[in-house]
């Protein structure tokens, strides 16, 4: 029987309500006892790291949970990380970067509802959770929800109250879960040893574009962080009004050090900066990088994890370029 450690941070499954809304409240073992059809399926152990509503999980958080899956690594064949829907996206693509050529399963998961609830999605997702991570083939870090294997670079919460809450965005899912069981669509294990991080920078800021933005507004980001996320509009460029401020803006931010990450608000089919005269003039500035196909929380995540590595702005852009659990093609 496979050997598996849960890591309880809070998030929906695990609240009550308070009278002043919902808020984390059961303890992992709690939880646990909620679906104890886990137990023949693989022997667990539980901790809880923290009870938080995913709103307030941040870089911190996911530090703790990779030096604690780091910690434990040797001692359990798999991980469940119970969390939040609100942020899970994030950090499902933070752990993807901190623990890089993972062959045990680390598995994100949560609900729409309550475990209390009798129509709580919680029971069946957590059992599925489990059943993957127990599963031979498992490996690396997925979100399991509403019966689907989501890569964590490739995870997005697209729906806020229903049950198939997170859809896998330009990448197929890895496996659904029939019955308790995993049918892969995609299966692979990765090459090389486990490699572990404990740092990511937290001087990253997204910037989202709107007809008319001023470009005062890079000043202020030009002295407080080191990596900036655009997102701009459609294929991917800047407006060249206001004397073209804004592209003033991003030079001088580039020749002060920082990092740029050209990304798009469409949700779907990435960015193609050269299609376009506002884009193109961007991949000339240097050190402009494309988040083509990325999602917005592997483009945030990945950033914050390279800037901490890269050690130059040069460095920073060989990290981030370089595909990590096909986050980016
Ligand atoms: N606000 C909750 C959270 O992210 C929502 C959920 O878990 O579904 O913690």
């Avoid at 901790?47 to 709103?55: A, E, G, H, I, R």
């Avoid at 475990?115 to 127990?134: G, H, I, M, Q, S």
């Avoid at 989501?150 to 890895?174: L, Q, W």
Wanted: aromatic share 10%; charged share 25%.
């Amino acid at each position: 029987m496979k050997h598996i450690l849960m890591i309880a941070t809070g998030g929906t499954i695990a609240s009550k309500n308070t009278g002043a809304g919902l808020k984390p409240a059961l303890t992992s073992r709690e939880l646990l006892d909620c679906v104890p059809e886990i137990e023949s399926i693989c022997s667990v152990e539980a901790v809880q790291l923290f009870n938080l509503d995913s709103t307030n999980i941040r870089r911190e958080h996911w530090l703790a949970i990779a030096q604690r899956i780091e910690a434990e690594y040797g001692n359990y064949d798999g991980f469940v990380v119970t969390h939040g829907t609100d942020t899970m996206a994030y950090t499902a693509a933070a752990l993807s970067y901190l623990i890089q050529n993972n062959k045990k399963p680390v598995v994100l998961t949560g609900s729409q509802k309550s475990v209390y609830l009798r129509d709580t999605d919680a029971r069946k997702n957590l059992y599925d959770a489990f059943a993957y991570c127990a599963d031979d083939r498992a490996n690396g870090v997925h979100i399991v929800f509403d019966g689907n294997v989501i890569m964590g670079t490739r995870a997005k919460k697209t729906r806020t109250h229903s049950y198939n809450a997170f859809s896998s965005v330009d990448f197929p899912e890895i496996a659904i879960m029939r019955e308790g069981k995993p049918f892969y669509y995609i299966d692979e294990a990765p090459e090389g040893d486990v490699r572990f991080y404990r740092a990511m920078s937290d001087r990253v800021f997204v910037l989202k574009l709107i007809p008319g933005l001023r470009p005062e507004i890079f000043d202020y980001l030009s002295e407080h962080c080191d990596g900036v996320v655009l997102e701009t509009f459609g294929s991917g460029g800047l407006p060249d009004y206001d004397d073209d401020g804004l592209f003033r803006r991003l030079k001088g931010f580039l020749a002060g050090g920082g990092s740029v990450v050209i990304t798009t608000q469409v949700e779907r089919e990435g960015s193609a900066l050269s299609r376009y005269a506002v884009g193109r003039r961007l991949l000339d500035c240097g050190n402009v990088l494309e988040a083509r196909s990325m999602t917005l929380e592997a483009c945030v995540t990945k950033l914050m994890w390279a800037l901490a590595y890269g050690g130059s702005p040069e460095g920073t852009a060989r990290l981030f370029s370089a595909p990590v659990g096909h986050d980016i093609f």
